[in-house]
């Protein structure tokens, strides 16, 4: 090939459902690499098809993957470059590739991000959930106490969480969510951006008597986004928070200046110097 960096891997983004969500770049590379590495080659090749691409494939799974190093390295000594899609998304995000990149990386080989479509991205972005901290999970465990397990470790974290679920396995999360979050705001994003993409939102119960009400509600990949544990105040919790105002209150008292006092807070309890200045000041003003 002529226009592409020779021995480069190039981990490229495809849609998720809408054809038209892949970059304009990711086209362009699909079409110049000398190969592309498909997680499923069948998949693949509807989209390669719709793009007038004819590039060679071969497939790279969670089967295959370790195996397949050595021939992508041969390749990439060779001067070839090549291309790593998923059958949606951005390739490793629970998807195959990890092994691979993390291999050829430590082989000194080039690796190129060609960004685009990511569900959880994109479910997070129109969920209307804080989006400043969150952990993104992946598929839950199928088993329902390992599944349970999973959830209630998220109880005490104050960051939302994002997971992506299956549509016959939403419902038991949904239930698995009623029993350990009941309270909790969550979002399900069905569908991305395709004809039928849903936002639905609500506490689990109600969001299972929305899918049990209409069935065509469980059809489609889901992401499911958990909103983090109440109670939090600039990143502490309420308990922990209640003996920091007292201790605030106590330096504004003594006649401690506001960043002299943020800078004893943040060495006392750990935590931002600008956190513990924030609620100096609003102290300090509800007792002017």
Not at 86 to 109: C, K, N
Not at 161 to 188: C, K, N, Q
Not at 251 to 270: D, F, H, N, T, Y
Request: net charge negative; with cysteine.
């Amino acid at each position: 090939m002529t226009h592409q960096s020779p021995g480069t891997l190039y981990v490229v983004a495809t849609p998720i459902g809408n054809l038209d969500d892949l970059t304009p770049r990711a086209a362009r590379v699909l079409g110049e690499v000398d190969r592309i590495a498909a997680e499923d080659t069948r998949h693949s090749a509807r989209l390669l098809a719709h793009l007038g691409i004819n590039t060679p494939m071969l497939s790279l799974h969670d089967h295959n993957e370790a195996k397949r190093v050595d021939t992508l390295d041969r390749s990439l000594v060779a001067g070839e470059s090549i291309a790593l899609i998923s059958d949606a998304g951005t390739p490793l995000i629970s998807d195959p590739g990890f092994i691979v990149v993390r291999e050829l990386r430590a082989r000194g080989h080039r690796i190129v991000p060609v960004p685009g479509a990511c569900a959880l991205i994109a479910a997070l972005s129109a969920a209307g959930l804080p989006t400043d901290r969150f952990t993104f999970e992946g598929f839950l465990p199928a088993k329902p106490s390992a599944r349970r397990q999973a959830l209630e470790a998220s109880r005490a974290g104050s960051e939302t969480r994002v997971y992506y679920e299956s549509p016959h396995r939403i419902v038991h999360t949904l239930e698995t969510l009623a029993e350990v979050l009941p309270e909790r705001d969550v979002v399900l994003a069905r569908e991305l951006t395709k004809t039928f993409e849903t936002f639905l939102s609500g506490v689990p119960a109600r969001l299972l008597e929305i899918l049990r009400e209409d069935p065509n509600q469980s059809r489609g990949e889901f992401v499911v986004i958990v909103a983090g544990a109440p109670g939090v105040a600039h990143g502490f919790e309420e308990e922990q928070s209640i003996a920091a105002d007292a201790l605030l209150e106590a330096l504004i008292s003594e006649g401690v200046g506001i960043k002299q006092g943020a800078a004893i807070a943040a060495r006392l309890l750990g935590g931002r110097k600008q956190a513990w200045y924030a609620r100096l000041q609003a102290i300090k003003g509800e007792g002017s």
